[in-house]
Structure formats: structure tokens, C-alpha cells
């Protein structure tokens, strides 16, 4: 048994609205970034039927930095223009929101790469969560809420979702290039080298860093992880 480890799960919205080639490309580009996540931080990623997503890792303080990456990457994708995408209110949900997460805090059985296995609470906790606001209306999407922490512990629940509405409201209002800038900022990237990835000027990377409010964002991520670093030493005593 692992005690307090975390999954994030994710459900990417709309995206069997896109044209066939966007999918394929969300798709591609999505399974680079969770290998790249697997590695960085010991996690074990993968994505069932396309569009649905879960990561395990027992550093779960880092929960919510894997969770703003997939985020804000997920929203940075381009797709295409395709006139159908103008009147269909479910492709602008996905331009506008990108991906419905739930970070899960608890108990997993196990973490089994080899096996295709996640199990215990932790992944209960998010799954059961995100079919609760899944919508089958397919002409339109009721979204609620895309960033959630879910656990037994209503101490962390409170404070963290109070402290998760507020990011949400940032990247669902931020640009694709300002969503690019702040994926590469939570990877650890300078100013300097987001600058050359992305093919723009450095005051261009301070000014959308600055429109995102990466100074709020990076301070959340750091109580974050404080705080479920304290939650497992205490668990430890």
C-alpha cells in the first residue's frame, strides 16, 4: 500500500466535437507531454479511449504543478479553423476551459506500469468526482468547475479548492500564447529560453507571464506543496 500518494485525472472536453485531425494531434501531442511527466516527476500517465487521463505518482506534493502543466498545455494546442467549430458551443468549450481535472489525495493499492494498473482511493476519489459533472448534452456543456482537490481530509479540501477556483479562473481567461508561457514556466524554463521555444521576445514572455499572473499562480503551487509535504510528515509521526 502507498500511503499518500496522489492521481490527477482529466477529462478533455468536447474533443469528439473536433475534426478528426485536431483529435489526432491533441492526442499525439498529449502522450509526448505525459511520458515527459512520467519521467520528471516518477509518475505513471496514460490515456484511455483518447481523451481521458490519469497520472499516479507518490510525490504528490507536485499535484498541482502536473495538473497546471497538463492544463495549460492542453489549452496552448492549436487546432484548426474549421468553419463547423464557429457555431458549435462544445468546441468552445474546449478552447475555452481545455480539461476538466480532478487531483486525487489518499491511499493507492498499488501502481503497476507493467500491469496497466492504478488502484486504491486516490483514483476512486477522482473518478467518481469527474462522472458527477460529466454531461452527455450535445449541443452544449453546464461546466461547473475544471480544477478540483479531492480527499478525505476536509482541511485540505477547503482550503485547496478555495485557493483552485481562483487559478481556474486565470488560465480559463488566458490566451493559448499566454497558457504556452506558463506551461513552460511551471517545466522551470526561464524568460530566456521560453523566449527562443517559443520564437517571440523575452519582454513578450515577461508581459504574458505577467497577464497570467504567474506570481499567483507560482505562489499557490508552492503552498501546495508545503502544505501536503507537512500533511505527510504528520502522517509519518
Not at 474546449?94 to 489518499?106: C, F, M, V
Amino acid at each position: 500500500m502507498i500511503k499518500n500518494a496522489a492521481v490527477i485525472s482529466g477529462d478533455i472536453l468536447a474533443s469528439t466535437s473536433l475534426e478528426e485531425e485536431d483529435r489526432h494531434i491533441i492526442y499525439k501531442k498529449t502522450q509526448k507531454l505525459l511520458d515527459e511527466i512520467s519521467i520528471k516527476y516518477n509518475a505513471y500517465c496514460r490515456i484511455i479511449q483518447g481523451d481521458y487521463i490519469e497520472c499516479a505518482t507518490q510525490n504528490s506534493e507536485k499535484a498541482l504543478e502536473i495538473a497546471l502543466i497538463l492544463k495549460s498545455f492542453i489549452k496552448a494546442i492549436p487546432i484548426s479553423e474549421h468553419p463547423r467549430y464557429k457555431k458549435d458551443n462544445r468546441v468552445k468549450a474546449y478552447k475555452t476551459y481545455g480539461i476538466r481535472l480532478a487531483l486525487g489525495y489518499g491511499q493507492l493499492m498499488q501502481i503497476n506500469p507493467q500491469e496497466n494498473i492504478i488502484d486504491g482511493e486516490a483514483i476512486y476519489l477522482t473518478g467518481r468526482f469527474l462522472k458527477d459533472l460529466s454531461t452527455h448534452d450535445k449541443e452544449r456543456m453546464n461546466i461547473k468547475t475544471t480544477l478540483n482537490f479531492v480527499s478525505h481530509n476536509n482541511y485540505l479540501n477547503l482550503n485547496f479548492n478555495t485557493i483552485l477556483s481562483l487559478i481556474e479562473v486565470i488560465i480559463n481567461k488566458a490566451t493559448s500564447k499566454q497558457c504556452n508561457v506558463l506551461y513552460h514556466k511551471l517545466l522551470g524554463y526561464n524568460e530566456s529560453e521560453i523566449a527562443h521555444l517559443m520564437n517571440i521576445s523575452q519582454p513578450m514572455v515577461n508581459r504574458q507571464s505577467t497577464s497570467i499572473g504567474w506570481n499567483a499562480i507560482e505562489e499557490a503551487v508552492e503552498f501546495y506543496e508545503y502544505t501536503i509535504e507537512q500533511d505527510k510528515k504528520s502522517n509519518k509521526e
